[in-house]
């Protein structure tokens, strides 16, 4: 048995060397687990359509290319609610990233700028690869296996004796500040450990897997994308008809991609459709059903959607737990100090 004085020095630095990268992972991923909302409620002007209507999609991409000349369409997310727009991501040909959003009524640009411009992409990115790609990933899956290592050691310290549960959970007011801090940091650790389990556990299955999945190259902006995207996409349509697409993607000159939703085997699985461009017509397609890839499935259980609202919901208040968690650890850390 690991002795109770060992298990508090592991947790304390555990949490000590990664708080500031557990709050940015807990803070961004409380955002993330209602993300269309959120980009909705913090940028109405840039992420809320005007206008009533449906402009044909190649409109919609030309807008985009037109503001940014020498940058390749590497994804066009499209609407995921009513009120929602466009969002086109651009590359040029030295990797640099721009971002569009587009109003599907009138094929008119919102907004235009990078990362930082558009919240909610820029929590997306922090959450998933900290900005800085495969790097990002790596530093990720480490403050993952300290957010697990924090759980189990805390638990594991915590555990009460038979019959006295309740009384290891209580917060005594009466107590001094900086002892009622540790009383109810304890007491969210508990409620908040479950939650971390779970995230960190399936965040490191779907990291692990996306750093040892090739990256996309970056979009060539010397060729312009030629051929008809309407009616590619009608053709692509014709595959799936009555899903919704998730978004299109153009990683090459001539190649087509769309990703339609198949909430049968997943909130997050998609059926594939790949198009030659200039020739119109399906080169391949990819359902749901036959894609092994672990992310289809342990993504939507990390972020809570496979539960539905409630799923949501435990996600959210966890998330919220550990950057309280990650606050009040540091700060008793310090009154300890200071103390002595």
Do not use: C
């Not at 000590?16 to 991923?29: D, P, R, S």
């Not at 369409?73 to 995921?80: L, W």
């Not at 930082?116 to 990115?125: C, I, M, N, T, V």
């Amino acid at each position: 048995m690991v002795p109770k004085r060992l298990l508090l020095r592991i947790h304390r630095w555990s949490g000590l060397a990664a708080a500031i990268l557990i709050l940015l992972q807990a803070a961004t991923g409380a955002t993330l687990v209602f993300r269309t909302g959120f980009a909705e409620l913090v940028d109405p002007a840039g992420m809320v359509r005007r206008s009533a209507g449906a402009a044909p999609f190649g409109q919609v991409v030309e807008a985009a290319r037109t503001r940014y000349p020498g940058f390749g369409i590497e994804r066009v997310a499209f609407p995921q609610s009513p009120h929602g727009v466009y969002l086109v991501h651009l590359q040029n040909a030295a990797g640099a990233s721009r971002y569009v959003s587009v109003d599907p009524g009138r094929a008119e640009v919102l907004r235009a700028g990078g990362v930082w411009s558009f919240p909610g992409e820029a929590a997306l990115q922090v959450h998933y690869r900290l900005m800085t790609g495969r790097l990002g990933l790596v530093v990720v899956m480490l403050t993952g296996i300290s957010l697990l290592t924090m759980a189990v050691t805390g638990l594991s310290y915590w555990w009460p004796k038979p019959g006295r549960w309740r009384r290891s959970l209580v917060v005594d007011g009466r107590l001094p500040s900086r002892v009622m801090l540790r009383q109810v940091h304890r007491s969210v650790g508990v409620f908040a450990a479950a939650s971390a389990l779970f995230s960190a556990s399936t965040g490191l299955v779907v990291a692990g897997e996306f750093l040892l999945t090739p990256g996309p190259l970056a979009a060539s902006a010397s060729d312009p994308t030629a051929g008809d995207m309407d009616a590619a996409l009608a053709t692509a349509r014709a595959a799936y008809p009555g899903r919704g697409v998730r978004d299109v993607r153009m990683p090459a000159p001539g190649t087509f991609n769309v990703f339609f939703w198949a909430p049968e085997k997943s909130p997050h699985a998609v059926h594939a459709v790949r198009m030659d461009l200039p020739a119109g017509r399906i080169v391949g397609v990819a359902p749901a059903e036959r894609d092994r890839s672990l992310w289809m499935v342990l993504l939507p259980i990390h972020s809570g959607d496979t539960f539905g609202g409630l799923g949501s919901a435990v996600i959210l208040l966890g998330g919220l737990g550990l950057v309280f968690l990650a606050t009040t650890g540091p700060l008793m850390w310090w009154q300890a100090r200071r103390r002595q």
